[in-house]
């Protein structure tokens, strides 16, 4: 079995990419996803988290406890130091789900599965791929994607895109760059030209 990493900066189209594959019948964990999950009610990381950020820490109206994801958002920009702690407790976690889903497929007799990861560089994830695809779009393109989806201005989407490993440095590790920066068609030919090769 076969692993190709998928990643890109924060609105660089990564999550169209993955639908796109997904589509196409590849097997694709989701880390994003995953955080999610594991913030949410009953999640392994509201506990330890809400240590941390007392603030982040709601219940809903089951009783269970979950994690205010905008609160943690603020917490982060007012005390950076908050994100190497956070990612002790998150990368593990995700990490284990990800070995369960490689296990998955394997019993499954999957040819290839991606592996869709923000940071995959930065937890040295590209490693243990065959493959690594970078997207990427224009900076003008990508600040106004975030400031639209997260309800931020352009400075604020300009800072969380400082604190990421810089796009030109993704796409010189990358073995593929699919670009997001025109239109839908041009990237569903790019994409369709990966899977072309990853099936070749």
């Not at 796009?167 to 699919?178: L, N, Q, S, W």
Request: glycine share 8%; charged share 30%.
């Amino acid at each position: 079995m076969k692993v190709m990493g998928l990643t890109g900066g924060i609105g660089m189209g990564k999550t169209t990419v993955a639908h796109l594959l997904r589509r196409a019948g590849f097997p694709v964990f989701d880390s994003d996803a995953t955080v999610h999950r594991l913030q949410g009610a009953g999640g392994a990381a509201v506990l330890p988290i809400g240590k941390l950020i007392p603030a982040a820490l709601v219940k809903n109206a089951e009783g269970e406890l979950s994690l205010d994801r905008q609160e943690l958002r603020k917490a982060v920009m007012a005390h950076p130091e908050l994100i190497g702690q956070l990612e002790k407790i998150i990368h593990p976690l995700v990490f284990a789900a990800r070995d369960r889903f490689y296990r998955r497929c394997r019993r499954r007799g999957a040819d290839w599965v991606v592996i869709d990861v923000p940071l995959l560089f930065e937890t040295g994830g590209d490693r243990q791929c065959d493959k690594v695809v970078v997207v990427s779009a224009p900076r003008r393109t990508q600040i106004a994607r975030i400031a639209r989806r997260r309800g931020m201005t352009p400075a604020e989407a300009q800072r969380m895109i400082a604190r990421q490993m810089p796009d030109h440095e993704k796409r010189r590790r990358a073995d593929v760059v699919i670009r997001t920066g025109l239109s839908m068609a041009d990237t569903r030919r790019e994409v369709r030209a990966l899977i072309r090769e990853m099936r070749a």
